[in-house]
């Protein structure tokens, strides 16, 4: 392989410190993608489990929400007394540089705005179940948007970490070894060159 490089010993060395941050940088994308992908494995547990309960929570909601409508008529009335949840706010913390959300909000104690009155236990029922799921699916935008950011992370960590293992390092190996050969050939040459300048100067001697 051809290298564009002047055979030099100032470009030896520069080369070689190229090639030992090179080495470092990979040893660190190395260590960053796999504290991400440990991460990430551990949300997507945390997700599928909350998923199916999730699921589980929806699904036993809306059949605790027909019951309440067949016995109290179309609720949409009642419904509209549940005040909209305004207390989330998102913070942010860092893994190895990703920037990973944080929601909080204030988990309130269930507590229904509908009077008794014009209510059932199986209003009440379907109120709880669904302020559950609720609480749950902020939850879950939060892991998966942890989960989705990580991804992208780790997927540029092996971009990079690839590039310097598979283009920028050994680059740097080839040009090493063509300035060593080239270092060694002109030694050689210049070896050779006094061996004959001496000769010249002892067969003058004689």
Known sequence: MTVAISPTKGNLL???????????????????????????????????????????????????LQEANISLGVISRIASTTPVEDSITIVYRSIMGVEIPRISYEEKQIKPEYSFEESNSRLDNAYIL?????????????????????????QKTQKRANALKNIVIPNFEDQISFISNALEEKEREEFTRMKVIKKNKQAKLV
């Open 14 to 64: 520069n080369t070689k410190k190229s090639l030992e941050l090179a080495r470092l940088g990979y040893d660190l994308m190395d260590r960053k993608r796999n504290v991400l992908i440990r991460e990430m494995m551990a949300l997507m547990d945390d997700v599928r489990l909350l998923r199916d309960k999730i699921t589980s929570t929806y699904s036993e909601a809306y059949y605790a």
């Open 130 to 154: 669904f302020s559950e799921a609720k609480n749950m699916t902020i939850k879950l935008a939060e892991i998966d948007n942890s989960v989705y950011r990580l991804a992208k992370a780790v």
